[in-house]
């Protein structure tokens, strides 16, 4: 049984190494058009965007890069809307920011060509590499290190990654565990006032049935 485990441990460090640190998407941006995509960011977390953004041309009948054409990258934290990022940038570069508090961010894109009323069709290529920004800092240059070595670096970040992740979701976990408690607070709250309430009621109700009956010399 212990063989089985460490195999499967083994097995699970090799796909880990074998998995990509990016992921990559591609969209369509018609005319002034924008568009926005949320990812889920633990708390200083430094994104890293690859783009490349080429414009329709009509004559050749495919996509061409246009150095007219102006992208503007912005990032908002949600649902408190604070501005993490806003730039306009060339039509092929990269873009970096750091997230201040854990939660979603909306990142926006928009190309910007001959006017506010362009027509023009632009392919959007984004690469995004998500990364603790102390591992980034302390990362050492390329080609410094064996390749054992960087493979080890790669499993380090990836358990680092993990962790921060899990440590985001325990602050979830806490943060819905705390307003469950609030609420069940709250309604036994409520239940307590509604049958005090109720007891009230009755109380006042036999009172008046009471000398209701007596006056009428019923009892």
């Known amino acids: 049984m ?12 090799v796909l ?6 990016v992921f990559g998407l591609y969209f369509y941006l018609e005319g002034s058009e924008q568009k926005c995509f949320t990812e889920e960011l633990p708390k ?40 993490v990022y806003s730039h306009k940038l060339q039509p092929k570069g990269q873009f970096k920011f750091t997230s201040a508090e854990s939660g979603e961010h909306a990142i926006c894109f928009f190309a910007s060509a001959s006017g506010w009323f ?15 920004i102390l591992e980034d800092a302390s990362e050492a240059p390329e080609g410094t290190l064996s390749e054992l070595a960087q493979r080890v670096r790669e499993l380090n970040h990836k358990v680092a990654d993990i962790r921060r992740e899990q440590s985001y979701l325990r602050d979830h976990e806490r943060e819905f565990r705390d307003k469950s408690e609030t609420t069940n607070s709250h309604t036994v709250t409520w239940t307590i006032v509604q049958l005090v309430v109720l007891a009230i009621t009755c109380a006042w109700q036999m009172r008046h049935l009471r000398g209701f009956f007596e006056a009428r010399k019923m009892i």
């Open 118 to 132: 362009s027509s023009s069709k632009i392919r959007f290529t984004l690469d995004l590499a998500i990364r603790d």
């Open 2 to 13: 212990a063989f089985n485990v460490t195999r499967w441990s083994i097995c699970l460090l």
């Open 16 to 21: 880990l190494s074998i998995l990509p640190s």
């Open 44 to 83: 200083e977390t430094m994104v890293t965007g690859v783009y490349t953004a080429e414009e329709w041309h009509e004559e050749s009948q495919k996509f061409v890069l246009n150095k007219d054409v102006m992208i503007e990258v912005v990032v908002d934290e949600l649902p408190a809307g604070s501005r």
